[in-house]
């Protein structure tokens, strides 16, 4: 029995566009709006500052097989609750773009507020982990995953400079539910990868085609601790005329820890995204990991693995997809088993937009591991099967 539980980048966005499933979602008619016929957006308020206000909510339940006694669905985060009903993201925001066309200055903004099961992966030291204490909610927390200022200088082609708190640049996947095709996340999004930064990001078109991030944040998920370890921070992407084929590398490198035992630790992505006809879509992902004498100041240790994703567009309102994984955790430090393993999963996906403002998604996922520590089902398992479904509702 299933038991009821009390923002991207520029590249991430171009990536997103060619998901008509996910990017459609957010640009589609609110559940507001459709209900009363009045859009917030249009009051006179919100078209005097220029100020857009949105929203949604992403509900779902994931049914395994061995099932465990206290539901833990481990180590699958995000969805990592097994037979209950999760309310793993209730998201607010309020924006203003900056004019990207202006010749002159001018000054934009973006705040997310998200609520829900999914609030406690993204916490960032500092700041999250002191708005509540989640053990008065159980597995429900809250979170700002942004809160900048976007800064537009009317330089060359235009460069936009986001001075504060942000989604990473870095990976294909990301935290806000609108902007995924699956429910469930990959191994790569949930351990190899920071969800946050805290710092400057610049942002410089160099044409029609090429992109250039480049800034300092204060490491990973990270808002206050440890200020004086600043990391580098970059990204190039790369569309190509048609819109059909695109390409990104990131990176993030830098100490963390204190100075007394502070050591690198760097992170390379590559995403690379091309469109196989009118219906068809490929994505491929590779990410590779170290960390400079992470485990008591001696061992080096290293992550690494490669996704890819097929979509196919069965109609316009519907889309089938599925993404094979595979990610290395060489020394037991990323997952939490406690040794090292590599580890697999296929999961197999529908995306239905029901209505304008509303997006069903079941999937099918299968993992396995093959590490010493068995890890799944309390550690008695090296495989796992789930049926999952969640809606996500825009308003």
């Given at each position: 029995m299933i038991a009821l539980e009390t923002s991207m980048s520029v590249r991430q966005a171009c990536l997103a566009i060619?998901?008509?499933?996910?990017?459609?979602?957010?640009?589609?008619?609110?559940?507001?709006?459709?209900?009363?016929?009045?859009?917030?957006?249009?009051?006179?308020?919100?078209?005097?500052?220029g100020l857009n206000a949105g929203g949604w909510l992403a509900v779902g339940a994931t049914y395994a097989t061995d099932n465990q006694a206290n539901h833990n669905n481990s180590p699958i985060s995000f969805n990592d609750q097994s037979n209950?009903?999760?309310l793993n993201q209730a998201n607010l925001f309020v924006e203003r773009l900056v004019d990207m066309d202006a010749n002159e200055w001018n000054v934009g903004g973006r705040i997310d507020v998200l609520f829900g099961t999914d609030s406690r992966f993204t916490h960032a030291t500092g700041l999250d982990d002191k708005l509540i204490n989640e053990r008065d909610l159980g597995h429900y927390d809250?979170?700002?995953?942004?809160?900048?200022?976007?800064?537009?200088?009317?330089?060359?082609?235009?460069?936009?400079?986001?001075?504060?708190?942000?989604?990473?640049?870095?990976?294909?996947?990301v935290v806000t539910a609108p902007n995924n095709f699956f429910y469930s996340h990959s191994y790569a999004m949930q351990y190899g990868e920071p969800f946050t930064h805290s710092g400057v990001l610049f942002s410089y078109a160099?044409?029609?085609?090429?992109?250039?991030?480049?800034?300092?944040?204060?490491?990973?998920?990270?808002?206050?601790?440890?200020?004086?370890?600043?990391?580098?921070?970059?990204?190039?992407s790369w569309t190509n005329d048609e819109a059909s084929s695109a390409a990104s590398w990131s990176i993030i490198s830098g100490d963390v820890g204190n100075k007394a035992a502070s050591s690198n630790r760097t992170l390379s992505s590559l995403v690379i995204s091309?469109?196989?006809?009118?219906?068809?879509?490929?994505?491929?992902?590779?990410?590779?990991?170290?960390?400079?004498?992470?485990?008591?100041?001696?061992?080096?240790?290293?992550?690494?693995?490669?996704?890819?994703?097929?979509?196919?567009?069965?109609?316009?309102?519907?889309?089938a997809g599925i993404r094979g994984e595979w990610?290395?955790?060489?020394?037991?430090?990323?997952?939490?088993?406690?040794?090292?393993?590599d580890y697999y999963a296929i999961t197999a996906g529908v995306n239905w937009k029901a209505i304008g403002w509303?997006?069903?998604?079941?999937?099918?996922?299968?993992?396995?591991?093959?590490?010493?520590?068995?890890?799944?089902?309390?550690?008695?398992?090296?495989?796992?099967?789930?049926?999952?479904?969640?809606?996500?509702?825009?308003?």
């Open positions: 060619f998901l008509l499933t996910t990017c459609g979602s957010a640009k589609s008619e609110g559940l507001f709006s459709a209900v009363s016929g009045k859009d917030i957006n249009q009051l006179e308020l919100m078209q005097k500052h209950k009903v999760l809250l979170a700002i995953p942004q809160a900048y200022m976007e800064v537009f200088m009317p330089f060359g082609k235009g460069i936009t400079a986001k001075i504060g708190h942000f989604y990473t640049v870095i990976g294909h996947e160099v044409n029609n085609n090429f992109t250039v991030n480049s800034g300092a944040v204060t490491g990973w998920d990270n808002f206050d601790k440890n200020l004086s370890n600043w990391n580098f921070l970059g990204d190039l091309q469109r196989l006809g009118d219906k068809l879509q490929y994505v491929f992902q590779n990410d590779i990991g170290y960390q400079r004498q992470a485990v008591n100041s001696l061992n080096d240790v290293f992550w690494y693995g490669i996704n890819q994703y097929l979509f196919y567009d069965l109609s316009d309102t519907v889309s990610f290395r955790d060489n020394n037991g430090t990323r997952l939490n088993i406690g040794s090292p393993g509303l997006t069903l998604r079941p999937e099918l996922r299968y993992d396995w591991a093959h590490s010493k520590t068995k890890a799944y089902n309390n550690h008695t398992q090296d495989n796992q099967l789930e049926l999952a479904v969640d809606m996500v509702v825009t308003f």
